[in-house]
């Protein structure tokens, strides 16, 4: 499959793909389409920046009908931010076939979330768990039409314990479905999930699109004292000047505190972590896109998820818990063929953590003592 024509999509699905500039499919794409217009129930590894929100929304609004002013397709994300982001090009996809996309999540008005489901003005539903399951047991939101329920970023949904809020979504949906399960990851935890949700039958793909990125990442780690890190944070900015730059941090207090600190030396910075409000949060980073500010201090939550263009810097505030952990922060970085750098500041005691981080990632990054 070379071209999306090759798939037999509708005219009205193929405008919604040149509207978005999409003209050759990704490895995902082409893998799973066929298996998913086919209705075929599937389990896929792959990540953001894969494009398997298209892997999995082209056939949704190819399915899906406009004549029915019901809820159809179910997708259910860990995140308020990736929510925002599957509903745009949901919406875009299916913007030539009149299709109505809903997003649901915490932080926003549910009772103007409640008009829009009375109304029947939505073929498809994007959500996090906890709105999702706050609006069934309200009586607001009906699944009796459901034909397609996607669990994206399970991995992540089942970290932030969200996976008994989404068994009581699931119970409340039909049987007689097609579900789909993306994890950027697939440990037994997933693949249990998987037995419980998807038929039998289902397919399997795994794409692993972190290890060709890690060789277009230059990865360098500075082995720093105690107290000494936020000094060697400074030289490291200063000589990145004005690059766009993540820098990793383990608290959400620390995040903060770091990024008053940086803003007191002259750099334009911003904070961001799960606490703050989702309209504050949209600001941040619709401002770190468009360069009102260069450097991003961020928890985790910037870490996965988040489709952030032209990152030339990652820097890890201390290292994170986990290799792969370590692979999404950096992967921020070295993205769409383009070279990137990420550097982590590391304590004494972090030692055996790097060492375990190098081997699962099977990679060597230079390794500097100051």
Known sequence: MSNFKDFGLSKAVLQGLQFLGYETPTPIQKEA??????????????????????????????KVSPKIPKVQALIIVPTRELALQVSEELRNLGRFKRLFVLTLYGGKSIQ??????????CHLVVGTPGRLKDLL???????????????????????????????????????????????????????????KFLKPDHAEIRIKPEEPTLNIIDQKIYKTKQGESFEKLIHLLQAAFSSKTIIFTHTKREAEILAEKLRNYGFKVEALHGDF??????????????????????TDVASRGLDIKDVELVINYGLPKDADSYIHRIGRTGRAGKRGTAISLMLPQEEKQLKAILFKTKNSPKVYRD
């Open 33 to 62: 389409i066929p298996i998913l217009l086919q209705g075929r129930d599937l389990i896929a590894q792959a990540q953001t920046g894969t494009g398997k929100t298209a892997s999995f929304g082209i056939p949704l609004v190819e």
């Open 137 to 195: 047991q309200r009586g607001y939101l009906e699944l009796e039409e459901v034909k397609y329920l996607v669990l994206d970023e399970a991995d992540r949904m089942l970290e932030m314990g969200f996976i008994e809020d989404i068994e009581e979504i699931v119970l409340k949906l039909p049987k007689d479905r097609q579900t789909l399960l993306f994890s950027a990851t697939i440990p037994k935890e997933i693949l249990r999930i998987g037995e």
């Open 277 to 298: 409000s989702q309209k504050k949060r949209e600001y941040i980073l619709k401002g770190f896109r468009n360069n009102y500010f260069n450097i991003l201090v961020a």
């Open 112 to 121: 103007i979330q409640r008009s829009f489901l009375k109304k029947g003005l």
